[in-house]
């Protein structure tokens, strides 16, 4: 992928959603680095965001997906997925398999980004959900439930 990846990814979740007859919001707002940031600048609640965090779990990254209020549990990762090693992206890895930067992921894999995705079933929990879109400007309001079904992620548990 591109370093200048955010334009892309953004249009592809976009051209994914409408695809699918998703109801969906699109909110420009204040550039934010953080799940706390993106809630002020959107107007919504911490809980209501999702964050999404590549993770290396034995040879391969995946995206995995969580309420914004939560923090990841490795050792359920590493049980769930029966690796010995989990660890977070670095920067460099994060742009050079996305093309984004770090509090851009969105919530998505194939075919938004090139990588697995797993879900913990916080993102399902309060029915709408906001997460970045590609850009640390741009976020999208969904239902979760569709969400769910255009995702497709591998759902289990693993935050505190």
Not at 34 to 43: C, D, I, L
Not at 93 to 111: H, I, K, Q, Y
Not at 124 to 133: P, Q, S, Y
């Amino acid at each position: 992928m591109s370093r200048r990846n955010d334009g892309r990814v953004y249009d592809r979740i976009v051209d994914l959603l409408t695809a699918s007859g998703c109801s969906f919001e699109v909110l420009e707002h204040a550039a934010a680095s953080t799940a706390g940031e993106a809630a002020a600048a959107r107007g919504s609640r911490l809980e209501q965001g999702t964050k999404a965090i590549l993770i290396k779990y034995g040879r391969q990254f995946g995206v995995f997906a969580m309420s914004a209020e939560r923090a990841v549990h490795s050792a359920k990762i590493r049980h769930a997925l029966g690796e010995q090693r989990t660890r977070f992206a670095t920067r460099r890895e994060l742009r050079d398999l996305t093309g984004l930067a770090p509090g851009s992921v969105p919530p998505f894999g194939e075919p938004v980004l090139p990588l697995p995705l797993f879900a913990d079933p916080s993102v399902l929990e309060r029915g709408i959900m906001f997460f970045a879109a590609g850009s640390r400007t741009r976020s999208i309001r969904l239902e979760a439930v569709d969400y769910e079904a255009v995702a497709r992620p591998r759902i289990f548990p693993f935050v505190r």
